[in-house]
Nanobody, 123 residues
Framework: QVQLVESGGGLVQAGGSLRLSCGASGRTFSSYAMGWFRQVPGKDREFVTAITWNGSRTYYASSVKGRFTISRDNAKNTVYLQMNSLKPEDTAVYYC????????????????WGQGTQVTVSS
């Protein structure tokens, strides 16, 4: 099993930046690909980005590509989401998740989830 805890959310003005962190404990962190999803009330959970277990490949939703960057530090059991040029439509609860499968854009493929961290972008 894996336990995930997100941090770094908060309130930021449009055009600003935030850096989210997700710390993992439990099973070997490096065995898992990691993803970030986000969700707003009344909406389906949305894929944001993912990174393979060794960091060799990354994937981004078209809505965030060029603005967000995912990275990981396996020595620290941590995955990061650097968010730049934030827009009001980025406002959501952001969740990190872990998977040992390859369909990274599907939330159903992830085995473990954090509690989420709120990101609010003001216009």
């Amino acid at each position: 099993q894996v336990q995930l805890v997100e941090s770094g959310g908060g309130l930021v003005q449009a055009g600003g930046s935030l850096r989210l962190s997700c710390g993992a404990s439990g099973r070997t962190f490096s065995s898992y690909a990691m993803g970030w999803f986000r969700q707003v009330p009344g909406k389906d959970r949305e894929f944001v980005t993912a990174i393979t277990w060794n960091g060799s490949r990354t994937y981004y939703a078209s809505s965030v590509k060029g603005r967000f960057t995912i990275s990981r530090d396996n020595a620290k059991n941590t995955v990061y989401l650097q968010m730049n040029s934030l827009k009001p439509e980025d406002t959501a609860v952001y969740y990190c998740a872990a998977t040992q499968r390859s369909w990274y854009h599907r939330d159903s493929e992830y085995d473990y989830w954090g509690q989420g961290t709120q990101v609010t972008v003001s216009s």
